[in-house]
């Protein structure tokens, strides 16, 4: 029984790449809605899967955050994982359609819930702006500040995995791509451009046709302005996405006992306790490499007939530390209390 993926906002969730993808589950917001009607949406998918992994943007209302909360406090239950990204809008949507591809393969629901702040880190996602002036996301510095009240001034903005900003047009510094095969995805707001086309697609060599979808209704207030081109390069594929995941050690949880990843457990957000024999621990900032992770070109190509599973033996050689931070998942995330 795969594990349910559900998210906070119905723009998280995009059309699947295949018919045999399972969606993930859209929990309605808290304004108007009992807490009991609450509780009944996520008993309902405990019971119909086993076990839940909620995808919440750090930029959702507090409301939203607290709600879910109380929820799993009600229902006592360790099954429910509350995963925090700080990915923009498109980008967390790209992040939950990887998840929920992912569910449907062997993955248990420890190891499903902590792969999230590793793909997190494989999403180029950023944006193309009409003015930075009410960017509080991203560094911005003072410089890029005032050059945005100039007439026709454009911004090219990363805000992940590294941030980085660039003005459109001035032939200056370039936005540092991906160094694997990516498929970008588009949403166009009210600002006239196609730079993401134009110049992305040949600059970080993306193979195939851009793919557009409809601008998610956060994405304005989350870049400071309405007039944007939002974009996220990601990992299209299937079999390399399985085998980026399964080549990264597992661990077990020494609080609840469920798989993780990485440096921190899913669920119940304890840390890993023991580090790394001989080298960097997973609570001191390490990263997944040198580049900040699993390298996808060596996991494979993107032809899945090319991948071998079984061989995996560099890749599980590595014990990461996630290097792509979420804040803490509410008060008593460091210190978990006691799971049923």
């Not at 590793?118 to 702006?129: C, E, K, Q, R």
């Not at 003005?167 to 200056?172: A, E, I, K, N, T």
């Not at 440096?263 to 840390?271: E, L, Q, T």
């Not at 390490?286 to 991948?307: K, M, Q, S």
């Amino acid at each position: 029984m795969p594990t349910a993926i559900a998210v906070t906002s119905a723009d998280l969730v995009l059309p699947p790449t295949d018919p045999g993808t399972p969606r993930a589950a859209v929990l309605p917001p808290p304004e108007g809605r009992p807490l009991d009607a609450s509780v009944a949406d996520l008993q309902q998918l405990l019971a119909r899967y086993g076990h839940v992994v909620v995808v919440c943007p750090t930029s959702a209302p507090a409301a939203v955050e607290r709600r879910l909360h109380a929820v799993r406090s009600l229902l006592e239950s360790d099954r429910i994982a509350l995963v925090r990204t700080d990915l923009p809008p498109l980008g967390a949507a790209v992040l939950v359609r990887q998840l929920c591809l992912l569910a449907g393969y062997d993955f248990s629901p420890g190891v499903l819930a902590s792969a999230a702040r590793l793909l997190a880190h494989y999403i180029y996602a950023g944006a193309v702006l009409g003015s930075v002036s009410r960017l509080d996301r991203v560094p911005v510095g003072l410089g890029s500040h005032l050059k945005s009240w100039l007439p026709g001034a454009h911004f090219a903005v990363l805000a992940g995995p590294t941030p980085q900003m660039v003005r459109v047009g001035d032939g200056g510094e370039a936005l540092a791509g991906p160094e694997f095969t990516t498929e970008l995805l588009l949403a166009r707001g009210r600002l006239q451009t196609d730079w993401p086309a134009t110049v992305l697609v040949p600059r970080w060599r993306i193979p195939g046709p851009v793919q557009e979808t409809a601008l998610p209704a956060a994405s304005p207030g989350w870049w400071g302005t309405g007039k944007l081109v939002e974009f996220a390069a990601y990992l299209p594929d299937p079999a390399v996405l399985h085998q980026l995941v399964s080549s990264v050690r597992r661990e077990t949880c020494h609080w609840c006992g469920m798989d993780l990843i990485g440096d921190r457990c899913g669920f119940c957000a304890a840390p890993l306790t023991h580090p790394e024999p001989g080298g960097r621990g997973y609570g001191d900032g390490g990263a997944y490499g040198e580049a900040g992770g699993v390298d996808p070109r060596a996991v494979g190509p993107a032809d899945p007939r090319a991948l071998d599973p079984a061989d995996t033996s560099a890749a599980h050689a590595l014990r990461p530390a996630v290097p792509h931070p979420t804040r803490s998942l509410g008060p008593g995330a460091h210190t978990p209390r006691a799971l049923p």
